[in-house]
């Protein structure tokens, strides 16, 4: 293995530093260990180029993760373009069959990559990795080996089968981001757990209601708003056709790039009423006027000025449930986005208006966020009784 020097690690430190707000900074030294002065120069390339933050976390997360296992694999460094042989081994050590591993040891990871990794902690579920861990770092890996002008053996037929068969051998069904969805009444119950005047109550009462309000907001989503995405509206009355209704507020949210949107499309999500007012009084208790929205709170109640991370917003909604007696296990963050279009069926709101708000673009994609347990209480599967 090459060794690398402390003062070019140390620099390569300080040149992630840069990139502090996209990079999870537990994981910087990590990283800089890990990753070449080439290979941050790339990362700081795709950033100014616009790359969504959440696809530059993941890259530079999987890129020290590949750098690592080629090393204890192949006792080589990472080649560019890898080799379609290395791709084969990369699913072969990450997608195995966990029965034929009792009868064959040597099936799957060898032992000594396993425990490299794990000393790193860059490993720490056991049995085969998840299909979609494994695609989402093949896709990483064709992306960096794209921006270094490779074009590499990603698309290769060998590639493809192996990966639907080792699938199928794992034998893991896909399971749901969230087992349970949070609905209207689901989320009342977490909003009860809020107090009225403890800062990091109004902050995760602003979080609650602000995402599911939203359309399901991702939790990268919720953790990236930033004041300046804040736009006020002209207030809105509570019944449209109604002029005697009270006016409540309105604020947009400009979402700028997701998962399903460009910096360029101008995306945009309405809150109507007590999302707004809890929202407003967040950053109004923590005199927020510019930056991150949603802020760590230490155990002082000082707002720190760095955001959230996704990750906390995970955890956040966890507390709740666990504050409201839920199983936290069967929630998480994602069920404010599934959440909120079952409770858009429920209510009899048009899919395609739900989607408007929730800026899903695929039909087939939306509808099957409604739950199973919603389904039974539906129509549809009682035509013959």
């Given at each position: 293995m090459t060794v690398v020097s402390s003062p070019s690690i140390a620099g390569r430190a300080e040149e992630l530093d840069a990139l502090d707000a996209i990079l999870p900074f537990d994981r910087r030294d990590q990283l800089?260990?890990?990753?070449?002065?080439?290979?941050?120069?790339?990362?700081?390339?795709?950033?100014?180029?616009?790359?969504?933050?959440?696809?530059?976390?993941?890259?530079?997360?999987?890129?020290?993760?590949?750098?690592?296992?080629?090393?204890?694999?192949?006792?080589?460094?990472?080649?560019w373009p890898a080799p379609e042989s290395l791709l084969l081994?990369?699913?072969?050590?990450?997608?195995?069959?966990?029965?034929?591993?009792?009868?064959?040891?040597?099936?799957?990871?060898?032992?000594?990559?396993?425990?490299?990794?794990?000393?790193?902690?860059?490993?720490?579920?056991?049995?085969?990795?998840?299909?979609?861990?494994?695609?989402?770092?093949?896709?990483?890996?064709?992306?960096?080996?794209?921006?270094?002008?490779?074009a590499g053996a990603f698309t290769a037929p060998s590639l493809k089968s192996a990966l639907r068969l080792a699938v199928r051998a794992t034998g893991r069904t896909r399971q749901r981001k969230s087992k349970n969805a949070i609905t209207a009444d689901v989320l009342a119950q977490l909003l009860s757990t809020c107090s009225v005047d403890r800062l990091v109550d109004i902050r995760d009462r602003a979080i609650l209601l602000a995402a599911f309000a939203s359309g399901g907001r991702r939790r990268s989503e919720?953790?990236?708003?930033?004041?300046?995405?804040?736009?006020?509206?002209?207030?809105?009355?509570?019944?449209?056709?109604?002029?005697?209704?009270?006016?409540?507020?309105?604020l947009a949210i400009r979402l700028g790039r997701t998962k399903t949107t460009g910096p360029d499309d101008d995306a945009r999500s309405l809150m109507i009423g007590r999302p707004v007012e809890a929202?407003?009084?967040?950053?109004?208790?923590?005199?927020?006027?510019?930056?991150?929205?949603?802020?760590?709170?230490?155990?002082?109640?000082?707002?720190?000025?760095?955001?959230?991370?996704?990750?906390?917003?995970?955890?956040?909604?966890?507390?709740?449930?666990?504050?409201?007696?839920?199983?936290?296990?069967?929630?998480?963050?994602?069920?404010?986005?599934?959440?909120?279009?079952t409770e858009a069926a429920n209510r009899g709101i048009p899919l395609p208006e739900a989607m408007q708000q929730s800026q899903h673009r695929s039909v087939t994609q939306a509808a099957a966020y409604y739950n199973n347990p919603d389904r039974k209480r539906g129509r549809a599967a009682r035509l013959i009784v």
């Open positions: 800089a260990a890990l990753l070449t002065d080439d290979d941050v120069a790339t990362l700081k390339h795709l950033a100014s180029e616009g790359m969504g933050d959440n696809t530059l976390r993941a890259l530079a997360s999987d890129l020290g993760y590949l750098k690592a296992w080629c090393q204890l694999a192949t006792g080589s460094l990472l080649p081994k990369f699913v072969a050590h990450h997608l195995w069959d966990p029965v034929k591993r009792t009868e064959d040891p040597s099936h799957g990871m060898p032992f000594e990559v396993e425990a490299g990794l794990r000393s790193q902690h860059l490993l720490r579920a056991h049995g085969p990795h998840a299909p979609a861990t494994v695609r989402r770092r093949l896709t990483s890996w064709s992306i960096l080996t794209r921006w270094r002008g490779h919720i953790a990236n708003l930033r004041v300046g995405d804040l736009v006020e509206e002209e207030p809105v009355r509570a019944v449209p056709d109604d002029p005697a209704s009270p006016p409540l507020p309105c929202l407003k009084r967040w950053l109004q208790e923590a005199r927020i006027d510019s930056g991150p929205v949603f802020r760590r709170i230490d155990q002082w109640g000082n707002v720190d000025r760095r955001a959230l991370s996704p990750q906390s917003i995970n955890l956040i909604l966890k507390s709740r449930c666990t504050k409201a007696g839920f199983d936290p296990q069967k929630f998480s963050a994602h069920g404010l986005r599934s959440g909120y279009l």
